[in-house]
């Protein structure tokens, strides 16, 4: 029975370049299909394009804690390294596990134009066609096959995506995304995490019982 290890350093750095990778995903260069097996777990973002930037249902969030269920939490429930309690103990967390944590973040580090500019791109038809691939990108790390992959965005879309990663607000978003450490946005959402894992007795460092 294999045992999952990750200690915390190896944890946030994966979560945080994928958070930045997600940014940046287009339709092209799609990983294989793969699956050994399906995970269960991995999560779709459901962003609202009615509601304004500053409400507390921020878009980045949404993306964040997206990743951090079908990145995190959904590998270690689905390692087959854990016990059934533990299993049962991680499956009944809140699934906003850190949402307010990372709403705080994200509107200390934008302005209210910013975030309504993310907002704006986000819930686009270009910008959701970019989560929906994140997540089916998401899935497939899980191991999940993916029957009909999305279709590729078109030039027109590609061009679009291009000139919001290259805007001021893509890079900071893309900076801020790809921090670690100190005053990141991982930093913040290790707390909330840590402590779901500690009320689970589940010890990342170290093996866990079969």
Do not use: W
């Not at 459901?46 to 500053?54: K, S, Y």
């Amino acid at each position: 029975m294999p045992f999952f290890t990750a200690n915390t350093a190896f944890k946030t750095s994966l979560l945080s370049s994928t958070l930045a990778a997600l940014l940046f995903m287009t339709g092209c260069d799609k990983t294989p299909e793969t699956a050994d097996d399906t995970t269960s777990g991995a999560s779709t973002a459901e962003v609202d394009a009615t509601a304004p930037a500053t409400q507390d249902d921020l878009v980045m969030t949404t993306i964040t804690l997206d990743t951090v269920n079908s990145l995190l939490f959904a590998p270690v429930i689905n390692s087959g390294a854990l016990s059934a309690e533990q299993v049962s103990c991680l499956e009944s967390r809140d699934k906003d596990l850190g949402k307010a944590e990372v709403d705080s973040f994200y509107k200390s580090q934008f302005t209210d134009a910013e975030l309504q500019e993310l907002h704006n791109f986000y819930t686009s038809e270009v910008g959701k066609k970019l989560i929906t691939f994140g997540n089916e990108q998401l899935r497939v790390m899980n191991g999940e096959e993916i029957a009909t992959p999305m279709a590729d965005p078109t030039p027109e879309e590609m061009t679009e995506i291009q000139t919001f990663m290259e805007s001021p607000l893509g890079v900071k978003y893309m900076k801020i995304n790809n921090a670690e450490g100190e005053g990141s946005a991982m930093e913040v959402l290790n707390v909330p995490i840590e402590a779901e894992f500690e009320r689970c007795n589940v010890d990342l460092d170290g093996p866990q019982p079969a």
